[in-house]
T-cell receptor, first 114, second 115 residues
Framework: AQSVTQPDIHITVSEGASLELRCNYSYGATPYLFWYVQSPGQGLQLLLKYFSGDTLVQGIKGFEAEFKRSQSSFNLRKPSVHWSDAAEYFCAVGAPSNTGKLIFGQGTTLQVKP | GAGVSQSPSNKVTEKGKDVELRCDPISGHTALYWYRQRLGQGLEFLIYFQGNSAPDKSGLPSDRFSAERTGESVSTLTIQRTQQEDSAVYLC?????????????FGPGTRLTVL
């Protein structure tokens, strides 16, 4: 069965510092991988997605993620965090199927210190 | 254009009552999903619609949960005889097609509190 693990429930970084949020997945083949952000009072917004090809994908708001098959990971990174990046981040996996169902991790809450 | 909308935004009900949650997808989106987000947890898939049929209901937790969709439009999630463990945020998402590669756009959710 597919599963997603986000090992860090809560992370605090200083504004301007770099950020890496971890995501590990369990799936028999190459999955489709997603990162979503949920800001307070707002719906989930897609940051980036990986289906195939270049393992380093660029997303919105200056985020990027790297797919590493050997480590079953899809970590999210940002070189310099802004206060507005404080939010909850979800990693999700989807199967190459015809339903589009997504399996989500438990989320990582990012706090940004001034 | 308009995004996915959900109503009500908040619902407080008493244990044992029935509730209906509504989702208006983005116009033209054929696929519609319901997810549940319990406090401090990730999203759990509930049900998927393609048009007005539901090929995947595997996430519905019990027969107290049901959902329907009118054509490629509004969907309603109904929870009968609500229990306290049903308290959660219920999120709806829609996508242009049914493929895993189609981006899902999420609504703001309905926060359900069962007293």
């Amino acid at each position: 069965a597919q599963s997603v693990t986000q090992p860090d429930i809560h992370i605090t970084v200083s504004e301007g510092a770099s950020l890496e949020l971890r995501c590990n997945y369990s799936y028999g083949a190459t999955p489709y991988l997603f990162w979503y952000v949920q800001s307070p009072g707002q719906g989930l917004q897609l940051l980036l997605k990986y289906f195939s090809g270049d393992t380093l994908v660029q997303g919105i708001k200056g985020f990027e993620a790297e797919f590493k098959r050997s480590q079953s990971s899809f970590n999210l990174r940002k070189p310099s965090v802004h206060w507005s990046d404080a939010a909850e981040y979800f990693c999700a996996v989807g199967a190459p199927s015809n339903t589009g169902k997504l399996i989500f991790g438990q989320g990582t809450t990012l706090q940004v210190k001034p | 254009g308009a995004g996915v909308s959900q109503s009500p935004s908040n619902k407080v009900t008493e244990k044992g009552k029935d509730v209906e949650l509504r989702c208006d997808p983005i116009s033209g989106h054929t696929a519609l999903y319901w997810y549940r987000q319990r406090l401090g947890q990730g999203l759990e898939f509930l049900i998927y619609f393609q048009g007005n049929s539901a090929p995947d209901k595997s996430g519905l937790p019990s027969d107290r949960f049901s959902a329907e969709r009118t054509g490629e439009s509004v969907s309603t999630l109904t929870i009968q005889r609500t229990q306290q463990e049903d308290s959660a945020v219920y999120l709806c998402a829609s996508s242009l097609g049914r493929l895993s590669t189609d981006t899902q756009y999420f609504g703001p959710g309905t926060r359900l509190t069962v007293l």
